[in-house]
């Protein structure tokens, strides 16, 4: 089976942004090559993901899953390393972030879709089915600014899932919505799995990617500390979180969470 993606040695520094240098150290800095000391917000992760398969991510606060989706989605460049895609890729996070208060639903849709890689002919097909899954009929000619944030969030939910991507990538969205659309949401993320797409899924939720993700990784300020089946990797972190398995993130080899100044 041929991988969907494929990520090596990815790395990726955040330095602070007009921090208190001085500008004679700037500029000092920027003649000899030297760089703010930053962190590694992720640090040599390297992982595969067979297509149709889903991974789940898992890992604290920080540990840099978001991070890790931006670079998936060709949002952010990493500092080192590389990623490989495979497919029309089809993001849910920050749902809504192309969105414009003063366009209707109507307008909204198309726009999100276009950004999404739908075509015109595309969108013309599946409008109706789009506005249908959100169950937002009759408030599609009203400006955005009139919708309450939940069906602002089932609209976009709605285009992304009709985007009919390759790959999909899925942050910390489920949380939002009401429980019965949660329900629907988490039904139509299965259908495009088992329809073949492959998925990368962010979630504290563990029930979610119990159901929807075969394999599993664990970060830990940006390492990965263990891939493998999702349940193994469930297990593990979560010992970690009740103050077991120390020993597996001690072992890994120099673990620097700053970067050199
Ligand atoms: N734009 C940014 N500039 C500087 N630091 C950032 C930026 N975005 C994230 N970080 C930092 O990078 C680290 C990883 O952040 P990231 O958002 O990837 O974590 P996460 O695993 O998604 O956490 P959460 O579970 O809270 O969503 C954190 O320490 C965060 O403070
Ligand atoms: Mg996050």
């Not at 030297?34 to 991510?57: C, I, K, M, N």
């Not at 604290?60 to 949002?75: D, E, H, I, Q």
């Not at 088992?194 to 599993?216: K, N, Y």
Request: overall charge neutral; proline content about 3%; hydrophobic content about 45%.
């Amino acid at each position: 089976m041929s991988d969907s993606i494929r990520a090596e040695n990815l790395s990726v520094i955040y330095r602070p942004r007009g921090s208190r240098r001085l500008l004679r150290q700037y500029l000092q800095d920027r003649l000899t090559g030297r760089q703010a000391a930053g962190f590694y917000a992720l640090h040599d992760v390297s992982f595969t993901v067979p297509r149709g398969e889903g991974l789940a991510v898992v890992g604290a606060n920080g540990a840099g899953k978001s991070t890790l989706l931006a670079v998936l989605a060709g949002l952010l460049a990493p500092d080192s390393g590389c990623v490989a895609v495979d497919g029309r890729l089809s993001t849910l996070m920050e749902l809504g972030s192309g969105f414009h208060p003063d366009l209707t639903g109507w307008e909204n849709l198309r726009l999100y879709g276009a950004i999404l890689g739908m075509s015109r002919s595309e969108l013309r097909e599946r409008a109706e089915q789009i506005v249908e899954f959100a169950e937002l009929q009759g408030y599609m000619d009203q400006p955005l600014r009139t919708f309450s944030s939940g069906m602002v969030l089932r609209l976009a939910f709605s285009v992304a899932v009709h985007a009919q991507g390759d790959v999909i990538l899925v942050d910390e969205i489920l949380a939002v919505g009401d429980a019965a659309f949660q329900r629907k949401c988490h039904r139509r993320l299965r259908a495009l799995r088992e329809q073949g797409a492959t998925l990368v899924c962010v979630s504290h939720v563990s029930a979610m990617l119990e159901s929807l993700c075969s394999r599993g990784i664990w970060l830990h300020h940006g390492r990965l500390v263990q891939s493998g089946p999702y349940q193994e990797v469930a297990a593990a972190f979560t010992a970690f979180i009740n103050g077991e398995n120390r020993h597996l993130w001690d072992a890994l080899p120099d673990a620097p969470v700053r970067t050199p100044g």
